[in-house]
């Protein structure tokens, strides 16, 4: 399986922006579908928003998300990014990047996940 590795996790305050970085190991990064989900204390691991493979041309998100994140990808740089604006307390968790092959945008089915970021917001 791939391998992935979250950065840019940090305390922002409300309102504020990050951008959470995932890159990827391995020479066929644009084969992967790729998603990041979040965790809060106590609570299990939620999608968050998916990107398809190649041109990342099909793009979802949570509903609580919707309009304040963005994910996309470079696949020069084996990276994928979830740009965060808007930023809420609610959105505290630590972050974790997920990718599969083709066809787990679909599915939901990630085989290979990151070790996660932590982020913060202050109200």
């Known amino acids: 399986q791939v391998q992935l590795v979250e950065s840019g996790g940090g305390l922002v305050q409300a309102g504020g922006s990050l951008r959470l970085s995932c890159t990827a190991s391995?020479?066929?990064?644009?084969?992967?579908?790729l998603g990041w989900f979040r965790q809060a204390p106590e609570t299990g691991r939620y999608f968050v928003a998916a990107?398809?493979?190649?041109?990342?041309?099909?793009?979802k998100y949570a509903d609580s998300v919707k309009g304040r994140f963005t994910i996309f990808r470079d696949n020069a740089k084996n990276t994928v990014y979830l740009q965060m604006n808007s930023l809420k307390p609610e959105d505290t968790a630590a972050y974790f990047c997920?990718?599969?092959?083709?066809?787990?945008?679909?599915?939901?089915?990630?085989?290979?996940w990151g070790q996660g970021t932590q982020v913060t917001v202050a109200s």
């Open positions: 391995g020479r066929a990064f644009s084969d992967y579908d």
């Open positions: 997920a990718a599969g092959p083709r066809g787990t945008y679909y599915s939901g089915n990630y085989a290979s």
């Open positions: 990107i398809s493979s190649w041109n990342g041309s099909n793009k």
